[in-house]
C-alpha cells in the first residue's frame, strides 16, 4: 500500500483507510479489532471513525483495540474523527457551534481513550451556525493541542471555498482534507466539490467507494436484494436505495464494464472500482467500509491494482454522469476556456 499526504499537510497516510461505521452495528467488537488488526498489518495507517457510529460505541470499540496494542502499532495509526450531528436530544447537542463541538470533541477523545486526534472533521455544513465561529473553534482546539489538522465531510463546492477563504482571511487553521461520497456511480463531485478540493489543495477521502454495495456486483436486476446485506435488510436504504439506483441503465451499464474488466484482469469487481478511485485527482485515501474481514482483506487487493489507460477510459466513459449543456457541459466549458492560438 502506497503513502500519500493528507491534502497539503505533511502528514503521511495509506492510500486506502479503515472506515469503521459498521463498528458496533454491523461488525461486533472482536470482529472490529481483527479487521484494525488485518488492516494494519496489509500496511494501513490511515483509521476513520465518527462519534455518531453506533451512537459513540464505534469510538469506543476503536479505542479499547488502541489501548490493547503494542505502542509501535498504536503510534502507526493516523486517526480520524467527526463531529456534527445529534448526540442526544437538546438543542445544543449537534451542529458546528462551539458549544456542540467542544463537548463533541471532549467526548471523542474520552472515547478514544487519546489525549488528541490526527483529523477532525466536521461531519456537515451547519447553516446556523457562522462558519468564522466554527473554524474559530477548530484553530483552538490546534492550538491547544487536541487535534493536529482541521477537515471537513459533505460539503459542497462553495461551502468548501468559503471555509478556506475564511479560515485564510482570519489566520486559522485551514481545513485540509473533504470527505465526499466518490465512486464509479456517484461522479456528481466531479462538478464542483473537486475542482475546488484541488485549487485550495484539500486532500479528498471519499466515502462509499463502492456505492453502498452495488459495486461489489451483490445485486442484480431481476431479483431484488434479500439476506445479510444492506439492500437485503433495508431496500430503501440511503443514497444507495434499491429502486432508485436499479431504475437508472446506467447503473447496469457500469456494473457490466467492471465485471468485464475484472474478469480480464483477473480482479475482484471491488478491487477495480477501487482502483479506478484511487487514481483520481486530489485523492489522498479511500475508505474502506467492511462488516466482516474477509471482505476488508478483498477490497485491500485494490492497492496493488493499476488500471490501463484503456481500463480506466472505458470507465471514465460508461460512467459519465452526463452533464447538461450548461453549466458543466461542452457549451459551459468552451465558455470558460481560452487558447493562445
Same mark, same amino acid.
Given at each position: !500500500?502506497?503513502?500519500r499526504t @493528507?491534502g497539503r499537510?505533511g502528514?503521511?497516510?495509506?492510500s486506502?483507510a479503515l472506515?469503521? !461505521?459498521?463498528?458496533g452495528?454491523e461488525?461486533d467488537?472482536?470482529?472490529?479489532?481483527?479487521?484494525l488488526?488485518?488492516?494494519?498489518?496489509?500496511?494501513g495507517?490511515?483509521?476513520?471513525?465518527a462519534d455518531?457510529?453506533?451512537?459513540g460505541?464505534s469510538?469506543e470499540?476503536?479505542g479499547?483495540?488502541l489501548a490493547?496494542?503494542?505502542a509501535?502499532?498504536?503510534? +502507526?495509526?493516523?486517526? %480520524?474523527?467527526k463531529?456534527?450531528?445529534? !448526540?442526544?436530544?437538546?438543542?445544543?447537542?449537534? $451542529?458546528t457551534?462551539?458549544?456542540?463541538?467542544?463537548r463533541?470533541?471532549?467526548d471523542?477523545?474520552r472515547?478514544?481513550?487519546?489525549d &488528541?486526534?490526527?483529523?477532525?472533521?466536521l461531519?456537515?455544513?451547519?447553516?446556523?451556525t457562522?462558519?468564522e465561529?466554527?473554524? +474559530?473553534?477548530?484553530?483552538?482546539?490546534v492550538?491547544? *493541542?487536541?487535534?493536529?489538522?482541521p477537515?471537513?465531510s459533505?460539503?459542497?463546492?462553495?461551502?468548501?471555498? +468559503?471555509?478556506?477563504?475564511?479560515?485564510e482571511r482570519?489566520?486559522?487553521?485551514?481545513?485540509?482534507? @473533504?470527505q465526499?461520497?466518490?465512486?464509479?456511480l456517484v461522479?456528481? #463531485?466531479e462538478?464542483?466539490i473537486?475542482?475546488?478540493?484541488? %485549487?485550495n489543495?484539500?486532500?479528498?477521502?471519499?466515502?462509499?467507494?463502492l456505492?453502498g454495495g452495488?459495486? &461489489?456486483?451483490?445485486y442484480?436486476r431481476d431479483?431484488?436484494p434479500?439476506?445479510a446485506?444492506?439492500? *437485503? /435488510?433495508?431496500?430503501?436504504?440511503?443514497m444507495? %436505495?434499491?429502486?432508485?439506483?436499479a431504475a437508472r441503465?446506467r447503473?447496469w451499464d457500469?456494473?457490466?464494464a467492471?465485471q468485464? #474488466?475484472? /474478469?480480464?484482469r483477473? %480482479?475482484?469487481m471491488?478491487?477495480?472500482?477501487?482502483?479506478?478511485?484511487?487514481? +483520481?485527482?486530489?485523492?489522498?485515501?479511500?475508505i474502506?467500509?467492511?462488516?466482516?474481514?474477509d471482505q476488508?482483506?478483498?477490497? @485491500? $487487493?485494490a492497492a496493488?491494482? #493499476? @488500471?490501463?489507460?484503456e481500463?480506466?477510459?472505458?470507465l471514465?466513459? #460508461?460512467?459519465d454522469? $452526463?452533464?447538461?449543456?450548461?453549466?458543466y457541459?461542452?457549451v459551459g466549458a /468552451?465558455q470558460?476556456?481560452? &487558447?493562445?492560438?
Amino acid at each position: !500500500m502506497d503513502l500519500r499526504t @493528507l491534502g497539503r499537510s505533511g502528514c503521511a497516510v495509506s492510500s486506502l483507510a479503515l472506515g469503521t !461505521m459498521t463498528f458496533g452495528a454491523e461488525t461486533d467488537e472482536a470482529g472490529a479489532h481483527e479487521q484494525l488488526d488485518v488492516f494494519v498489518e496489509a500496511g494501513g495507517t490511515l483509521v476513520d471513525t465518527a462519534d455518531v457510529y453506533s451512537a459513540g460505541a464505534s469510538e469506543e470499540i476503536v479505542g479499547r483495540w488502541l489501548a490493547s496494542r503494542p505502542a509501535d502499532v498504536r503510534d +502507526r495509526v493516523v486517526l %480520524a474523527t467527526k463531529g456534527r450531528f445529534p !448526540m442526544g436530544e437538546d438543542a445544543n447537542a449537534l $451542529g458546528t457551534s462551539r458549544r456542540h463541538l467542544r463537548r463533541a470533541l471532549h467526548d471523542s477523545l474520552r472515547r478514544l481513550g487519546v489525549d &488528541s486526534v490526527d483529523l477532525y472533521q466536521l461531519h456537515a455544513w451547519d447553516p446556523l451556525t457562522p462558519l468564522e465561529e466554527t473554524l +474559530r473553534f477548530l484553530d483552538d482546539a490546534v492550538s491547544a *493541542g487536541e487535534i493536529a489538522y482541521p477537515g471537513l465531510s459533505n460539503f459542497t463546492g462553495w461551502q468548501v471555498q +468559503r471555509a478556506v477563504d475564511v479560515a485564510e482571511r482570519a489566520h486559522l487553521a485551514v481545513p485540509v482534507t @473533504l470527505q465526499p461520497s466518490y465512486s464509479l456511480l456517484v461522479r456528481d #463531485v466531479e462538478a464542483e466539490i473537486v475542482p475546488a478540493c484541488l %485549487a485550495n489543495g484539500l486532500g479528498l477521502l471519499p466515502w462509499g467507494p463502492l456505492g453502498g454495495g452495488w459495486l &461489489s456486483g451483490k445485486y442484480t436486476r431481476d431479483q431484488r436484494p434479500t439476506g445479510a446485506t444492506r439492500l *437485503g /435488510e433495508d431496500p430503501a436504504r440511503g443514497m444507495e %436505495a434499491y429502486d432508485r439506483v436499479a431504475a437508472r441503465e446506467r447503473t447496469w451499464d457500469v456494473l457490466s464494464a467492471v465485471q468485464d #474488466v475484472a /474478469e480480464a484482469r483477473g %480482479a475482484t469487481m471491488p478491487q477495480v472500482a477501487l482502483a479506478w478511485l484511487l487514481a +483520481r485527482p486530489g485523492v489522498s485515501s479511500v475508505i474502506l467500509g467492511a462488516r466482516t474481514t474477509d471482505q476488508l482483506r478483498g477490497n @485491500l $487487493g485494490a492497492a496493488g491494482l #493499476v @488500471l490501463s489507460e484503456e481500463e480506466t477510459a472505458r470507465l471514465d466513459a #460508461v460512467s459519465d454522469p $452526463g452533464w447538461s449543456d450548461y453549466p458543466y457541459g461542452e457549451v459551459g466549458a /468552451e465558455q470558460r476556456s481560452r &487558447s493562445l492560438g
